[in-house]
């Protein structure tokens, strides 16, 4: 399975971009989906995440700047960020988690590198 993440790039501070993923029908319908960043150095860490109802939830530094979105019809998943900050360089991986039973499989994008720099 393959998820497709695009939009990342160089952006000066303060501004904004918008990341994509696209992702297979019948994994989107059932998926929670997120978003999960890696910065050289680091672990990698949840940004963001929707469920299939809607519901978000935002990892703390995302402090009001980013908003995770998903258009059912386009099996695509949305993330904004806006007032970017260099520490938000990082690559940006899109996540689809699936339960089935007492299991959750994830799948992954192959991320989309966000460079924040003047």
């Known amino acids: 399975v393959q998820l497709q993440a695009s939009g990342g790039g160089l952006v000066q501070p303060g501004g904004s971009l918008r990341l994509s993923c696209l992702a297979p029908g019948d994994i989107f319908s059932t998926a929670t989906m997120g978003w999960y960043r890696q910065a050289p150095g680091k672990q990698r860490e949840l940004v963001a995440g929707i469920n299939t109802f809607g519901n978000t939830m935002y990892g703390d530094f995302v402090k009001g700047r980013f908003t995770i979105s998903r258009d059912n019809a386009k099996n695509t998943v949305y993330l904004q960020m806006n007032i970017l900050e260099p520490e938000d360089t990082a690559v940006y991986y899109c996540?689809?988690?699936?339960?089935?039973?007492?299991?959750?499989?994830?799948?992954w994008g192959q991320g989309t590198l966000v460079t924040v720099s003047s």
């Open positions: 996540n689809a988690g699936v339960v089935s039973g007492n299991a959750v499989t994830g799948y």
